[in-house]
């Protein structure tokens, strides 16, 4: 069987710019276009991205805010590729691996994604369960009710009301600037934290590592690509998909930025080595400095968003990226049948399977970290082959040039290095 890996041609026929597409843009504005890149990018401060930067904010203060602006750019320019790929080609992440580079390659992209999306879901649940404890409900209600509510949720046959009800719910992360004001954060110490960077300590590269692992996940990367064309945008709209996509780049990084603010205000301040693993500890160590409204509703409202949007997303880009790779028929605009039986199945089994691990009491102790850092280890292949697609699934016309290519490659080139850097360190090597 011969691989067929001619260049797909960009349709403009395919997306809806017909009388009843123009109705929708009319009646949602931007949301007709806007979507995939601010679901995607709540979903990237999820539960375990919002533990990194507690731990951050806690033992390194106002020094870990730098990093967190460094890193909007290098997010920014990840996710616009996808977009781009997406859209011009029509297919999904996996989809364009087989078809460009084989199946093998598939396969490897397909582990990323398993291992990113699997560990995401297990902090996302864990998550759930730390909220829900907060408030005195027992995993063993919140953590079957998240899962029913996010299997339903994929069953309403219809691609863009999961992506509507994901931008609610996400909007719950919007808490957590509200706690940074309530933190009062002093201006003149975090003027100081700005021009600190103590990059000659393990410990800070350590978390670096684990902060960059929390801003670009692989199953972002399958997630987004696999939205724009589940979508039907066309190449008319990719301008506006890039404002979408850079708007959440900058929103989520805020958000991070608020995290790692508020605690550093607070705990960081008092108790710098303070342990904070859990939403429980992390609560716990607020609550005395913000109140129970701040340190508890607040940061568990905002914590609850995170954990709810991306479980969807993980789940969907694991779901998404799977069936690409094995071929199988996937698309959330129809409801279940025999030919998208496998890719819902897949979808339901994942969120499952991270439910009854988490129930299972297995221990999440340093799991967020430890997934952020993973994150972090898997990028030099996730970006590899994310360069190598833009290079050579685009068709001329919409690839990178100029200064754009060099300072999109250079950034991505510094992630990939860092990631391998870190491997001896992750692994107790050095």
Same mark, same amino acid.
């Given at each position: 069987?011969?691989t067929d890996?001619?260049t797909?041609v960009?349709?403009?026929?395919r997306p809806s ?8 843009w009319l009646r949602?504005?931007?949301?007709a276009?806007?979507?995939?890149g ?6 990237d401060?999820?539960?375990?991205s ?9 033992l ?5 805010v730098l ?13 616009e590729?996808?977009?781009r790929?997406g859209i ?7 989809a364009l691996i087989?078809?460009r580079?084989g199946?093998?390659?598939a396969w490897?992209?397909?582990f990323t994604?398993?291992a990113s999306?699997i ?11 730390? =909220?829900?404890?907060l408030?005195g ?9 998240a899962t029913?509510?996010l299997?339903?949720?994929a069953l ?5 009301r999961?992506?509507?009800i994901?931008?609610v719910?996400g909007?719950?992360e919007l808490?957590?600037l509200v706690a940074?004001?309530?933190?009062r954060?002093q201006p ?7 021009t ?8 800070y590269l350590?978390?670096?590592a684990a902060?960059v ?5 692989p199953?972002?990367?399958f997630y987004?690509?696999?939205?724009v064309?589940d ?6 709209t990719?301008?506006?998909a890039r404002?979408?996509t ?6 989520t990084?805020?958000i991070?930025?608020?995290v790692?603010?508020?605690?550093a205000s ?5 108790s ?7 939403v429980g ?5 607020l ?5 129970? =409204?701040?340190g ?9 968003g995170?954990?709810?949007?991306a479980?969807?997303?993980?789940s969907l880009?694991g779901a998404?990226?799977?069936s690409e790779?094995?071929g199988?028929?996937?698309?959330l ?5 025999r030919?998208?039986a496998?890719?819902?199945?897949t979808y339901?089994?994942?969120?499952i399977?991270?439910a009854?691990l =988490? ?7 340093n ?9 972090a ?8 082959l994310?360069?190598?697609l833009e290079a050579r699934?685009l068709?001329e ?6 200064p754009?290519k060099?300072?999109t490659?250079?950034l991505c080139l510094?992630v990939?290095g860092f990631?391998?850097y870190?491997?001896p360190?992750?692994?107790g090597w050095?």
């Amino acid at each position: 069987m011969v691989t067929d890996t001619t260049t797909p041609v960009a349709d403009d026929s395919r997306p809806s710019l017909s009388p009843r597409g123009r109705g929708r843009w009319l009646r949602w504005g931007l949301l007709a276009v806007w979507g995939p890149g601010l679901v995607v990018m709540l979903a990237d401060t999820d539960a375990g991205s919002l533990i990194t930067a507690s731990q951050s904010g806690a033992l390194w203060g106002y020094r870990m805010v730098l990093p967190q602006l460094l890193l909007m750019p290098i997010l920014y320019v990840v996710q616009e590729m996808t977009v781009r790929l997406g859209i011009v080609t029509g297919q999904g992440h996996g989809a364009l691996i087989r078809d460009r580079f084989g199946r093998g390659w598939a396969w490897l992209s397909a582990f990323t994604l398993f291992a990113s999306a699997i560990g995401a879901l297990l902090t996302e649940f864990a998550g759930v369960a730390g =909220v829900g404890e907060l408030f005195g409900v027992s995993r063993w209600v919140s953590i079957p009710v998240a899962t029913a509510a996010l299997l339903a949720l994929a069953l309403t046959g219809s691609y863009r009301r999961v992506e509507r009800i994901g931008l609610v719910v996400g909007a719950a992360e919007l808490a957590f600037l509200v706690a940074m004001v309530m933190a009062r954060p002093q201006p003149r110490a975090l003027a100081a934290g700005l021009t600190s960077m103590p990059l000659g300590n393990s410990s800070y590269l350590l978390l670096i590592a684990a902060n960059v692992g929390a801003v670009i996940m692989p199953w972002m990367v399958f997630y987004q690509q696999g939205a724009v064309v589940d979508k039907q945008l066309s190449v008319a709209t990719i301008r506006q998909a890039r404002y979408d996509t850079a708007a959440g780049a900058v929103l989520t990084q805020l958000i991070m930025i608020a995290v790692v603010v508020t605690v550093a205000s607070t705990v960081g301040t008092h108790s710098g080595g303070a342990s904070l693993n859990t939403v429980g500890d992390i609560a716990a160590s607020l609550t005395p400095y913000l109140g129970r =409204v701040g340190g508890t509703v607040l940061f568990g409202l905002g914590m609850l968003g995170a954990a709810l949007v991306a479980a969807i997303v993980a789940s969907l880009a694991g779901a998404w990226g799977l069936s690409e790779v094995f071929g199988w028929r996937h698309t959330l605009n129809e409801r279940p049948n025999r030919a998208t039986a496998k890719f819902y199945i897949t979808y339901g089994l994942a969120h499952i399977v991270g439910a009854v691990l =988490v129930l299972a009491s297995v221990d999440l102790v340093n799991l967020a970290v430890d997934v952020e850092v993973m994150n972090a280890l898997l990028l030099p292949i996730v970006l590899g082959l994310l360069l190598a697609l833009e290079a050579r699934a685009l068709p001329e016309q919409w690839r990178m040039r100029g200064p754009r290519k060099y300072i999109t490659c250079t950034l991505c080139l510094v992630v990939m290095g860092f990631g391998l850097y870190m491997v001896p360190q992750a692994f107790g090597w050095a």
